[in-house]
């Protein structure tokens, strides 16, 4: 998990380079939770009470983290049986025990996401609009950008999506 904050770290290095201080939201996909966790923690420890609105994102058929956070009780939900997805390096549908106790402090929502979530990302990174780099991304690295379209649309359509699965954990977001 140490690694992973790297990846925080250098985020908010291009961030700063261009002028912005800090993200307002930050949307982490997560199999067993290492990802996420490592990601949520390093916001939290440099931002504290000023951390980004930070979204958990899983496929439908492994969502434990989802289930956890709906049973509102702080224990981790573990997921079996068949876990077929697209999203395979997510199809863990056990949380890390530290991971859970990070994201269950610390996001703000949870999100369970059908495969057409994943493959709709993919084709929006793999197909970008004008001078957008090009961005070849594994259906589990494009569930994020599918789903921040899908809510989008949501928002903006008379005609829905169909509906993702998703829990707040906190009154304030």
Not at 34 to 43: L, P, R
Not at 60 to 76: E, I, L, M, Q
Not at 94 to 103: C, D, K, M, Y
Request: proline fraction near 6%; include cysteine; hydrophobic fraction near 40%.
């Amino acid at each position: 998990m140490q690694g992973y904050g790297t990846i925080a770290a250098e985020a908010i290095e291009q961030l700063c380079r261009l002028g912005i201080k800090k993200p307002t939201h930050v949307f982490l996909q997560a199999g067993v939770g290492s990802f996420a966790a490592a990601i949520q923690g390093y916001f939290a420890n440099l931002f504290g009470n000023e951390r980004p609105v930070t979204a958990i994102v899983e496929p439908t058929p492994a969502d434990c983290f989802y289930r956890s956070a709906v049973a509102n009780d702080g224990k981790p939900r573990i997921v079996t049986g068949e876990m077929t997805t697209i999203m395979a390096g997510l199809a863990c549908g056990e949380p890390s025990r530290i991971a859970w106790e990070l994201l269950r402090d610390y996001s703000d929502v949870f999100f369970a996401c059908p495969d057409w979530v994943a493959a709709k990302g993919m084709r929006m990174l793999g197909n970008p609009l004008h001078d957008d780099p090009r961005v070849i991304s594994g259906e589990s690295g494009a569930v994020t950008t599918g789903l921040l379209a899908a809510l989008m649309k949501a928002t903006t359509s008379k005609t829905r999506e169909p509906r993702l699965a998703w829990t707040r954990t906190h009154a304030s977001c």
